[in-house]
Nanobody, 121 residues
């Protein structure tokens, strides 16, 4: 089973940027689709962005389109989420997700432990 470790969260002012990273264990990272989800306090977990195994297909939630960029480096077993022009409503715990097939589904695959992103106004 693939293990995921996220990093890069923190506290940032509105309008600022953060880059999240998710490192996966195993030698078959390039075979998997990857995604980012987030969960704000009192809310359900929601989809943020996904990328297929070679980076040729990418999809974003409408709420982050134009501000967030997902990318991957298969040589480093890492998927990234570059977050620009952050808003207070982006505050959440961000989770990395790995699945066998693309497009990814909301409640499937394996999850990391999450990294907290807090955006102050």
């Amino acid at each position: 089973q693939v293990q995921l470790v996220e990093s890069g969260g923190g506290l940032v002012q509105a309008g600022g940027s953060l880059r999240l990273s998710c490192v996966a264990s195993g030698r078959t990272f390039g075979s998997y689709a990857m995604g980012w989800f987030r969960q704000a306090p009192g809310k359900e977990r929601e989809f943020v962005a996904s990328i297929n195994r070679n980076g040729g297909n990418i999809y974003y939630a409408e709420s982050v389109k134009g501000r967030f960029t997902i990318s991957r480096d298969n040589a480093k077993n890492t998927v990234y989420l570059q977050m620009n022009n952050l808003k207070p409503e982006d505050t959440a715990v961000y989770y990395c997700n790995v699945q066998t097939f693309y497009p990814i589904r909301a409640n499937a695959g394996s999850w990391g432990q999450g990294t907290q992103v807090t955006v102050s106004s």
